[in-house]
């Protein structure tokens, strides 16, 4: 949690900080023009990750992550939180379940 501006932009999309603990990562779709938000929340004992985006987002995503210094690798990854079952919500569900020990929900309700 070292970044230091409020918004940031990379090959991957940009980002912005909304609170001390909370950013928005908004990443570049390369199928096509649309963009999704991926938010993490992060205090020094959790790293929640909300709607971690599409399948094809992965290398992206981590980029953003190690450029924005929120993490080195998804293993730093504590939770996994999916606000619906979109493709651009929860496409990464499947890869991210292999590649991390993060415990997953899915809102209910929905």
């Known amino acids: 949690m070292t970044q ?3 918004y940031i932009r990379g090959a991957w999309g940009t980002s912005a900080r909304l609170s001390p603990e909370l950013v928005r990562i908004r990443l570049k779709n390369p199928k096509n023009p649309l963009m999704v938000n ?3 929340y992060q205090t020094p ?3 929640l990750m909300i ?3 599409w399948p094809w987002t992965l290398g992206p995503l981590e980029q953003a992550l190690r450029d924005l210094e929120l993490l ?3 293993q730093g990854l504590d939770v996994l ?3 619906h079952t979109h493709i651009d919500h929860m496409g ?3 890869i991210l379940e292999q590649r991390t020990n993060a415990r ?3 809102r209910s309700g929905i």
């Open 4 to 6: 230091k501006t409020p």
């Open 38 to 40: 991926t938010y993490v």
């Open 45 to 47: 004992h959790l790293t």
């Open 51 to 53: 709607d971690p985006g």
């Open 72 to 74: 080195e690798d998804l």
């Open 81 to 83: 939180l999916y606000t």
């Open 92 to 94: 990464l569900a499947s």
């Open 104 to 106: 997953h929900f899915v």
